[in-house]
């Protein structure tokens, strides 16, 4: 299903007067800037389905007044620098969570994802604020995509280094990779160590294959605990 497609049509006034205060209502400034209006779309009662649930190219604004599950992938992404913003007051839950571009993601509830929550492409604002907990297999993080979950995050983390806390495996492009992921995933370059090429690592996620190298997370066993930010 296309999310900012169905639901319920609305507007920004609309969504405003229905949630007066919302830490969220600064990123609408996005719109303003970007000259075209969002499609803005409205789940008043959640939204639970067992189809891969996606976002055009944006701009839009959807609000999930509730949980949105879905038994398959969520992939919330825009085009490039065209700017998307995604509510949900309640919880995620998927078995694999992915946001990329220009998009932000606000969750009032927990973030609970089977298989890996991936985010890419943040010096396009790419962004996930989760009040709540975030738990996935693994967090994968491309360059500067930015993630805080005020409740903690339970998962083997892979990112170039959050404010909240060190990533189990540190992406500085000086590491050697192929340490911890399978070979098909790596990019090879000239006089440095091979890293983790993200769109194979995507694309791999989203085929349900299996992204470490056997026994790999075992060797982090503080994944399996709630990491809570140092503030």
């Known amino acids: 299903m296309q999310l900012d497609e169905e639901g319920q049509a609305s507007s920004i006034p609309e969504i405003l007067e229905q949630f007066p205060g919302r830490e969220w209502s600064w990123a609408l400034e996005a719109f303003e800037y970007w000259g075209a209006p969002p ?12 189809q891969p649930v996606e976002t055009g190219d944006g701009p839009y604004f959807v609000v999930v007044d509730g949980d949105l599950t879905s038994t398959a992938p969520v992939d919330l992404a825009t085009c490039d620098y065209t700017p998307g913003l995604v509510i949900v007051t ?3 839950n998927a078995p694999l969570l992915y946001f990329a571009d220009n998009i932000r993601v606000f969750v009032g509830g927990d973030v609970r994802v089977s298989g890996a929550c991936l985010g890419a492409l ?3 604002n790419a962004m996930l604020t989760v009040e709540g907990e975030l738990h996935a297999r693994a967090l994968i993080l491309g360059s500067y995509a930015e993630v805080c979950a005020d409740g903690g995050i339970r998962a083997l983390v892979y990112a170039h280094g959050l404010d909240q806390l060190c990533p189990d495996i540190v992406s500085d492009g000086l590491g050697d990779d192929s340490r911890f992921f399978r070979p098909e ?3 090879h370059h000239e006089n440095y160590p091979p890293i983790l090429s993200f769109p194979a690592a995507v694309k791999a996620a989203f085929a349900g294959e299996e992204l470490f190298l056997p026994g790999v997370e075992e060797r982090f066993p503080e994944r399996l605990v709630l990491r809570r930010d140092s503030a």
Do not use: E
Request: charged share 20%.
């Open 39 to 50: 499609t803005v779309r409205v789940y008043p009662s959640g939204c639970t389905t067992t």
């Open 90 to 92: 309640g919880s995620l």
């Open 122 to 124: 943040g010096d396009r």
């Open 185 to 187: 995933l790596l990019d």
